[in-house]
């Protein structure tokens, strides 16, 4: 079966960074557009960043030019370089694929910025 598993969160201080990892099990993600998205205390689940398989990279506007997103594919893993962190970015962090009408998503990592 799929499994995304979602590490690297933890507590930050603003202007910081940290990178994320999403390993994944049961498929080869090398065909497959993957995601990053996040979700705040009592706020919706929102797209952070996506890859298509081809390398193409889109962001939300929130956070162009400080997120970067990227895959190894013989390593079945996506990335998320998170840099400049702000306290609003605050939340848990999910990778996700889409597999035709299905979607699969990981058990998500803490990602906290305090001073």
């Known amino acids: 079966q799929v499994q995304l598993v979602e590490s690297g969160g933890g507590l930050v201080q603003p202007g910081g960074s940290l990178r994320l990892s999403c390993v994944v099990s049961?498929?080869?993600?090398?065909?497959?557009?993957m995601s990053w998205h996040r979700q705040a205390p009592g706020k919706q689940r929102e797209l952070v960043a996506t890859?298509?398989?081809?390398?193409?990279?889109n962001y939300a506007d929130s956070v162009k030019g400080r997120f970067t997103i990227s895959r190894d594919n013989p390593k079945n893993t996506v990335y998320l370089q998170m840099n400049s962190l702000k306290p609003e970015d605050t939340a848990v962090y999910y990778c996700?694929?889409?597999?035709?009408?299905?979607?699969?998503w990981g058990q998500g990592t803490q990602v906290t910025v305090s001073s």
């Open positions: 890859i298509t398989s081809g390398g193409s990279t």
């Open positions: 049961g498929i080869s993600i090398n065909i497959y557009a």
């Open positions: 996700s694929v889409q597999i035709v009408l299905l979607s699969f």
